[in-house]
């Protein structure tokens, strides 16, 4: 990894000689978070720091996050997707990182996934390292399903068969009401959010299919739980009762040892590519912290050499070391790899946070109650053009 400053190591020496500790706050579950805090245990016993853990709700974090940081109550370090990093930029919560590291160019090419580092980059300042990226693709459970399918066509036939041979058993599950999740049918029908002219463009010919295809799944089909949470597909799939799953990485921790799966990238639909939203996963610096040198140095183990082993391998997570994966014949790395190249990164403008809840609430109409998608989609795009004058 790059070299601190040495400037930057003596002018900030005090400040970490009188750290009591450091605050470190995630929003991880299961297996991710026992990885997590193998990792913390480790640091503390080789450098005999303390770390205090604090598990957020993933839907809690950033407004908690907002409303503490300027009262001086935040973590020092904290981990979060990249999507937000333009507002709290602006906000001036975040410390950069660029002054800590003599060479970024020669750190991404030698350590992480460039594509990784790129997206934790606003107006050219680096603001987190990455520690893993997540994108969606199918999970099927090897009981039922011995060679998974490169179709959609194929994966609705195989669904229909086997829920005929067991009343028992539903085909596919994911959160088809989230446009974080819908994002693979968006993006593979080849819509956008924008057009040319930089206007709102989620009403156009291919997100109207986009919407319409999740439809047919959802009601024409019928291969979809009629509930569809993070918890019931969890469940259903832990039961031997789902065939396929459309999810992240973090799914593979919560799936029970007595399951045998696979993993592969998102069948096409009509021979196009899926391509679901690729989120980065970076750890980053609280700009008011006092402790600033141990904080860098907890960054840098988490993401680095000696944290990335352990939340691979016990996390399962998708971490950005390129290394890892070099020459590795991991199916499951090589999946996640796969649908990575395919992927579409979400955007850290502050804007984007304008988009999530319409589109997401316009899913909802389409599915849950039988609102036509251009009516829906005619709705969210009024929503989105009314606060982004504000």
Known sequence: MSIIKPLLLISLLSLSLNAK??????????????????????????TGINVRMLAIPYDAFSKKLTASIPRGAGPDVFIFANDKIGQWVESNLLESLDYYFSNRGRFILNFFFKTTVDALVYKDSLYALPIAFKVPLLYYNKKFIDTP?????????????????NKNVIGLGYENTNYFFHSFLYFGFGAKLF????????????????????KKLALEDKIMPQEITSAVITTLF???????????????????????YGVTAIPTINNKEM??????????????????????????????????????????????????????????LKSFKKQADLATPISNDPIMAYFWAPLSQALKKVIEQNVKPEVALRDAKKKIEKLLKK
Request: hydrophobic fraction near 35%.
């Open 149 to 165: 399918p490169k179709t959609f066509e194929e994966l609705i036939s195989i669904s229909k068969l086997k829920m005929r041979e």
């Open 238 to 260: 832990n039961k031997n009762q789902l065939l396929f799953v459309i999810n992240g990485p973090w799914f593979a921790g919560e799936i029970s040892k007595d399951i045998e």
């Open 275 to 332: 391509k679901p939203y690729i989120s980065i996963e970076g750890i980053f610096m609280n700009r008011y912290s006092k402790k600033k040198i141990d904080a860098l140095n907890l960054i840098k183990y988490i993401a680095g050499k000696e944290g990335s082993p352990i939340r691979l391998k016990e996390g399962k997570q998708s971490v950005a070391v390129k290394s890892l994966y070099e020459n590795s014949d991991n199916e499951t």
């Open 195 to 214: 057009n040319d002219k930089r206007e709102v463009f989620i009403d156009s010919d291919e997100s109207l299919k986009s919407f319409k295809y999740a």
């Open 21 to 46: 500790g450091l605050n470190l706050w995630h929003a991880y579950r299961g297996k991710e978070r026992k990885a997590l805090e193998k990792v913390i245990k480790n640091y503390t016993k080789e």
